[in-house]
């Protein structure tokens, strides 16, 4: 158990829906990190918080959204689902003391997404 | 940007030492490289992490060459419960904006064989 908690285990939506999928980072982490892992694309990086700020960006489309509140708990807000967003989404947490790249990243169970 | 690429599968017997390598050429001067394992329907989990030459912990070693272009992961004596996806992780900073972005490898599918 890495510490890392992610809600739901679990979402099934329809096309054109929208979802917002939870995280909770490990006690004393700042940084928050969303991933999307799907069979094509493998391990995307989408966005990073630190404290509430955005401190980087992958490849998230404009129908995406974050933001990590005061209590460093973090909501990924998917809209407009399209059947390729099917997915697993991965939150991961870290203490981000130095700069980008030299942090552990410490990843939840995950979110499976199911649009149909 | 920066591309990792890493062998897709390998198998090895139980009690092998395993050397798993992965490519990345556009490495920024400051970026660390670190690799994770993961299980069918779980979160990836951190292995190891290391900047330059070698690091070793107890689970793993990893070695990085001088050019930083490249690093290989290794696993002494691996077992049944090694069989898993293996990803090596780095960073890549958009000179451009100053941005950061995060890339994982392609992945290395290990199967360990009894």
């Known amino acids: 158990d890495s510490g890392v908690t992610q809600t739901p285990k679990h979402l099934i939506t329809a096309t054109g829906q929208r979802v917002t999928l939870r995280c909770s980072p490990r006690s004393g982490d700042l940084s928050v990190y969303w991933y999307q892992q799907s069979l094509d694309q493998g391990l995307q990086f989408l966005i990073q918080?630190?404290?509430?700020?955005?401190?980087a960006k992958g490849n998230i489309l404009e129908r995406f959204s974050a933001q990590q509140f005061p209590d460093l708990h973090s909501e990924l807000n998917l809209s407009s689902l399209e059947l390729g967003d099917s997915a697993l989404y991965f939150c991961?947490?870290?203490?981000?003391?130095?700069?980008?790249?030299?942090?552990?990243?410490?990843f939840g169970p995950g979110t499976r997404l199911t649009v149909l | 940007l920066a591309k990792t690429t890493q062998p897709i599968s390998m198998d090895s017997y139980e009690g092998q030492e395993v050397n798993i390598t992965c490519s990345h050429n556009n490495i920024a001067t400051n970026d660390y490289i670190t690799w994770y394992q993961q299980f069918p329907s779980q979160g990836p989990r951190f292995i190891i992490q290391?900047?330059?030459t070698k690091v070793t912990n107890e689970v793993a070693s990893l070695f990085i060459p001088a050019d930083r272009k490249s690093s290989t992961l290794s696993l002494p004596r691996v077992s049944l419960s090694d069989t898993a996806v293996y990803y090596c992780?780095?960073?890549?900073?958009?000179?451009?904006?100053?941005?950061?972005?995060?890339?994982f490898g392609t992945g290395t599918r290990l199967k360990v064989l009894a």
């Open positions: 290391g900047y330059k």
């Open positions: 918080y630190y404290n509430g700020e955005e401190r």
């Open positions: 992780l780095v960073g890549d900073l958009q000179q451009d904006s100053g941005t950061y972005k995060y890339i």
């Open positions: 991961a947490s870290s203490v981000i003391a130095g700069a980008p790249g030299t942090d552990t990243q410490y």
